[in-house]
């Protein structure tokens, strides 16, 4: 069932707040494949943020996640992420257009910090494929 077009537009709530900590700074850092460094955030660390965010879209539009590609994910910053922060997400639905059955799917998620400053926005780009 492809998604529905009237969520362009959409904002969805924000994320739970998530804590910016060392241990998670260095859990990421090894995960990517990098050596964690004290005190810097790699620049790709707001994804674990704006996944959470994605991942609240795509349970509330029902979209079966074993057909979700993830094509494309760009980051704007406004400051680096730190040590400290307390990062949500909110993300809206900018695009969606259908291919040969498939819901391409663009969305930018905001991510603040607690006093409701923007650290930087994201872009994705996913990909529901066709059930066929």
């Not at 859990?27 to 959470?52: R, Y």
């Not at 760009?74 to 639905?93: C, H, I, N, S």
């Not at 910090?113 to 990909?127: P, Y």
Request: glycine share 6%; aromatic share 6%.
């Amino acid at each position: 069932m492809p998604i529905d077009a009237a969520l362009v537009g959409r904002e969805f709530p924000p994320t739970t707040p998530y804590e910016v900590t060392q241990v998670k700074v260095r859990e990421f850092a090894e995960a990517i494949g990098t050596s964690p460094v004290d005190g810097v955030v790699p620049p790709t660390f707001p994804i674990v943020v704006a996944f959470a965010a994605m991942n609240d879209f795509l349970a509330d539009v029902e979209a079966d996640l074993f057909r979700i590609v993830h094509g494309e994910q760009r980051f704007a910053y406004e400051r680096p992420v730190q040590v400290g922060d307390v990062l949500t997400a909110t993300l809206v639905v900018d695009t969606l257009r259908q291919i040969g059955g498939n819901d391409i799917i663009g969305t930018t998620s905001l991510i603040k910090a607690a006093d409701g400053s923007v650290v930087c926005r994201t872009k994705s780009t996913l990909i529901h494929r066709s059930e066929a």
